[in-house]
């Protein structure tokens, strides 16, 4: 779980943390009820004797306020020592919950949370002092998105006749706490050869105002078809299943 800081002790500055990633660089996709995992690295020096330490993610002004992981796993921290220092390098899992975010808008994910979070380290000394540090490493929120109903057919379809291709394409809405059909998004449709196991995409076409998808394209071979939608900054990346179309 994310630390609190106590509040009897100014804060110290004989700690630094550096080389904070959160997710490998990556957003961190967040869709309605299912925990998400993410892993979490950085560095923290240090020239005291530390009880516990953290670094989490946070949203507004106060890191107490809203905090992004609701507990943390600590695979390892290696140790190097220079200069009087010891440096921990800390390899780490961060578990977000849209539904048990530990405070702050009512203990769940909002629609305005998918944006950038700022990051802050936490460390408790073993006298009792502490030190929290502010820190420039940044993590992207991002609603999920899905495509659903979609469609290939004919099926089994002639060879140089027209295939049409539907679906919609959804993402999550975190206040309603529901997906909400999209419109207006730029999908690609996309084909897998039989006996292949790369897509390419064939035709890009924009969502209709409910969110529905559709192309027409020549039956050429036998494949797979599927939509991908490659998200943008507030909404994660997403594929169809795809629809297999024997082609006689």
Not at 114 to 138: H, V
Not at 219 to 228: E, L, V
Request: glycine fraction near 10%.
């Amino acid at each position: 779980m994310g630390l609190t800081a106590p509040n009897a002790h100014a804060a110290d500055s004989d700690i630094a943390f550096s080389n904070v990633v959160f997710n490998h660089g990556k957003p961190i996709v967040v869709g309605l009820s299912a925990e998400v995992e993410a892993p979490l690295t950085y560095t923290m020096k240090t020239d005291v004797t530390l009880d516990s330490w953290s670094v989490d993610a946070y949203r507004g002004t106060d890191p107490d306020s809203y905090t992004l992981a609701i507990s943390t796993t600590r695979w390892g921290c290696s140790r190097t020592s220079s200069g009087g220092y010891t440096y921990h390098h800390c390899d780490e899992t961060i578990e977000v919950d849209p539904d048990g975010m530990p405070v702050g808008n009512g203990g769940h994910l909002v629609n305005s949370d998918a944006t950038d979070w700022k990051s802050y380290g936490l460390a408790i000394k073993k006298n009792g002092g502490y030190d929290r540090d502010g820190l420039s490493a940044t993590v992207r929120l991002q609603r999920a998105s899905r495509i659903v109903k979609a469609n290939a057919s004919p099926e089994p379809a002639a060879k140089g006749s027209p295939i049409t291709v539907t679906g919609t394409v959804q993402r999550a809405n975190w206040s309603a706490h529901r997906y909400d059909n999209c419109g207006g998004r730029l999908v690609n449709l996309q084909f897998k050869p039989a006996g292949s196991t790369t897509y390419t995409t064939v035709k890009t076409v924009t969502a209709g105002s409910t969110g529905n998808l559709k192309a027409t394209v020549t039956a050429s071979q036998d494949g797979t078809w599927r939509w991908r939608y490659n998200g943008n900054a507030t909404t994660g990346a997403a594929d169809s299943a795809g629809d297999y179309v024997d082609v006689k």
